[in-house]
């Protein structure tokens, strides 16, 4: 004759183990995708960077190739995204009174908004242009 009782091996899961199992597997992976959206967040962001400074670059480039640089403020658009904010200054005139040449800052900030938010980024350097003699 089978015994009746049940032994601690043949004991199954209880509704309350199984409900609990449950609430911790859920925490666990509501965790995991929110860190998964982190990231997306992170990467779209970087992204943006990335392709802005490639932007600030290639105009950086161009503004540096040019022979006839003066000092000045001027600002673009590029692509519909982005604005080029332009700054040329002389740096250290009484320093380079006696040279044949100007040292010029050049600064570059690009804007562009994302949701509602404006995101810049900037470079800046300088370049040493001949003297103009007259």
């Known amino acids: 004759m089978p015994d009746i009782v049940t032994s601690a091996k043949n004991r199954g899961f209880t ?3 199984i409900l609990v199992a449950l609430v911790l597997l859920a ?5 995991i995708l929110q860190l998964f959206s982190a990231n997306l967040r992170t ?5 943006e960077y990335v392709n ?10 161009e503004i540096l190739e040019k022979e006839d640089l003066e000092p000045g403020i001027q600002s ?21 009174e006696q ?6 800052e050049v600064t570059l900030t690009l804007r562009w908004v994302v949701g509602g938010r404006e995101r810049s980024f900037s470079l800046q350097t300088l370049k040493a242009v001949a003297k103009l003699i007259s």
Do not use: C, G, N
């Not at 990467?43 to 992204?47: D, F, Q, R, T």
């Open 27 to 31: 925490t666990a992976v509501s965790v």
């Open 76 to 96: 673009e658009t590029i692509e519909d995204t982005y604005r080029a904010d332009i700054t040329i200054t002389e740096q250290l005139q009484e320093r380079t």
């Open 52 to 61: 802005a400074a490639a932007i600030a670059d290639t105009k950086m480039k």
């Open 15 to 17: 509704l309350l183990e």
């Open 99 to 104: 040279v044949p040449f100007r040292l010029l």
């Open 43 to 47: 990467l779209a962001v970087s992204e």
